[in-house]
């Protein structure tokens, strides 16, 4: 199996690096692209046509595009860039993979929701964005599934890797310099770590493309987090105990919870972020693991 992995040096695309490599012939890309046997290999989402050119290069069985524009605000006022690298990219990839014969992974968010109610989103619930970011993403659902290749669109949330910022490592930065800290406590989700998305993607893709018979009907958008639910507020809150209870002493003393008009920022936030994650775990015989497991991991590995 040949495998074209975009967005390689994202949280996820890292975790996908490690995750995908035993299943086959790995050729990953970031941005910048590089040179290879097959010619130069553009990996620049918002180069459509050397996207195509290198697809068709590489002619995998199997497309993972872990790249994306993930500034939620400053999507707001770059609207053009964002909808080319999170809509027209995903929709050029879908329409070459239709073509190839090949599978398209893709992953997408819970801010494809209107953040309402307190139950967790399942697929077939109805879609209105609240912000650029999430209508632009939304889009590059509609556009891989019009393109009718065989396509996996994993729905996440609130992603955090060990590499890079993340808010939990943001947290506890503040937590060691100051006494009092306010946090956002009415939006509820589940904290998703990238080594979990990229563990199951690997599970899943070995699973469609070893039933090639039945493969065509487990395309489809696939809800895909932890179990439970916390605000993040809660998140935070967490990992102050955790870390206390590890034998850090930390400077804060006051954790103040605050809603989210206290804390304005030009993307709007939906309100509830929970996912129902029902169907992959009955269709790929999955069992997600708690948030909180996920989370001491990072912790314990950040000590
Ligand atoms: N982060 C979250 O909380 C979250 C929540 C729900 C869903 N998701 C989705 O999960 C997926 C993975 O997100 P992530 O958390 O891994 O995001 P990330 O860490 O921000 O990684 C995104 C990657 O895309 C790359 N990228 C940006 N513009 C590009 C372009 N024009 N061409 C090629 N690559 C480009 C970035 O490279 P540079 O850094 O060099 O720009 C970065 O390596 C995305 O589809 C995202 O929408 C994320």
């Not at 941005?31 to 195509?52: I, N, Q, R, T």
């Not at 770059?78 to 050029?92: C, K, L, M, S, T």
């Not at 800290?181 to 899943?204: E, F, K, M, R, Y």
Request: proline share 5%; net charge neutral; glycine share 8%.
């Amino acid at each position: 199996m040949r495998i074209l992995l975009l967005g390689k040096n994202g949280q996820v695309g890292w975790e996908l690096q490690r995750a995908l490599a035993p299943l086959g012939e790995l050729i990953a890309l970031d941005k910048a692209g590089e040179e290879g046997p097959l010619g130069f290999l553009c990996g620049d989402l918002s180069d459509l046509d050397g996207l195509v050119r290198t697809v068709r290069l590489v002619a995998p069985d199997v497309i993972v595009n872990a790249a994306a524009y993930t500034a939620v605000d400053k999507a707001e006022s770059e609207q053009e860039q964002a909808r080319r690298i999170n809509a027209e990219a995903p929709g050029v990839l879908a329409r070459e993979a239709k073509t190839l014969g090949a599978w398209l992974v893709h992953y997408s968010t819970d801010y494809v929701f209107d953040g309402s109610g307190h139950l967790p989103w399942t697929e077939t619930d109805p879609v209105a964005p609240l912000n650029v970011y999430g209508a632009t993403k939304l889009e590059g659902e509609q556009l891989i599934l019009q393109s009718a290749c065989k396509y996996l669109i994993f729905r996440t949330s609130w992603v955090y890797a060990m590499r890079g910022v993340n808010f939990a490592k943001t947290m506890l930065h503040l937590a060691r310099e100051r006494t009092a800290l306010s946090v956002i406590n009415d939006q509820t989700g589940a904290p998703t770590g990238a080594d979990l998305l990229a563990d199951v993607t690997a599970h899943v893709v070995r699973s469609v493309v070893a039933r090639p018979g039945v493969s065509r009907e487990l395309s489809g958008i696939y809800h895909l987090a932890p179990k439970g639910e916390v605000t993040w507020w809660g998140y935070a809150s967490f990992v102050f105990a955790q870390t206390r209870a590890a034998g850090e002493s930390l400077m804060v003393e006051t954790v103040s919870p605050i809603p989210t008009t206290a804390y304005p920022t030009p993307a709007r936030r939906p309100h509830n972020s929970r996912l129902n994650t029902g169907k992959l775990e009955s269709v790929f015989a999955l069992r997600m693991p708690e948030w909180q497991d996920g989370v001491c991991r990072m912790l314990t590995e950040l000590r």
